[in-house]
């Protein structure tokens, strides 16, 4: 089956723009991930969706930072008005109901802000 | 902040002999690890996890051990092949039967053939 998907796969955008990155989980996958990767670091937890459950936002760096999810599937991360240090690969995550189970990552979508 | 913590950033070993990395952490609370390879340019690969209850877990040519008395975790690959070579992450869920993970910085692991 198609593992995770995430678009576009690079994106360049000036300082102030808005940016949206998307993800398409596995199918039947009710939890998603977004994770945010700085060149050569580990990764940093964003947010989580499980199910129809609030989703927890306690790792959005700021308030330009925000997430939405879809019909319980495909998910959107915004960032508004972008800034340089924003540039980094936003690498998205799904995985079965309650867990914790592994979670599958998707390639990533590499922004970078000039 | 995060938890996780590894003792080595780099590893370099001759292909055929064993790998070993590790990962300290400190919360008591988290009951879920798990490893992931991440080779460059790409997200990162499930390899092996394991719950609190359990200390040792093998899969094929890995085996992940788990002291919860000293907080610390680690990664055993056997045989190392030039194919292993890629950044290493441990990840724990820091409370108790959550599903978010944090992770470690890393550590990259270069086989020299």
């Known amino acids: 089956g198609a593992g995770v998907s995430q678009s576009p796969s690079n994106k360049v955008t000036e300082k102030g723009k808005d940016v949206e990155l998307r993800c398409d989980p596995i199918?039947?996958?009710?939890?998603l991930y977004w994770y945010r990767q700085s060149l050569g670091q580990g990764l940093e937890f964003l947010i989580y969706?499980?199910?129809?459950?609030?989703?927890?936002k306690s790792g959005l760096p700021s308030d330009r930072f925000s997430a939405e999810r879809t019909g319980g599937s495909v998910s959107t991360l915004t960032i508004q008005r972008t800034q340089q240090e924003d540039s980094a690969v936003y690498l998205c995550a799904s995985s079965l109901a309650r867990g914790p189970y592994e979670q599958y990552f998707g390639p990533g979508t590499r922004l970078t802000v000039t | 902040g995060e938890s996780v913590g590894l003792h080595l950033p780099t590893l370099s070993v001759q292909e055929g002999d064993n790998s070993i990395i590790n990962c300290a952490y400190s919360?008591?609370?988290?009951?879920?690890f798990i490893w992931y390879k991440q080779e460059s340019g790409k997200g990162p690969q499930f390899i092996i996890d394991i719950r609190s209850n359990m200390d040792k877990r093998q899969g094929q040519r890995v085996t992940v051990l788990l002291n919860k008395t000293v907080k610390h975790l680690s990664l055993q690959i056997a045989a190392t092949q030039p194919g292993d070579s890629a950044v290493y992450f441990c990840?724990?869920?820091?409370?108790?039967?959550?599903?978010?993970?944090?992770f470690g910085t890393g550590t990259r692991l270069t086989v020299i053939p």
């Open positions: 199918s039947g996958h009710t939890a």
């Open positions: 919360n008591s609370a988290s009951d879920y």
């Open positions: 990840a724990e869920n820091l409370k108790t039967g959550a599903n978010n993970l944090f």
């Open positions: 969706f499980q199910g129809n459950s609030a989703p927890d």
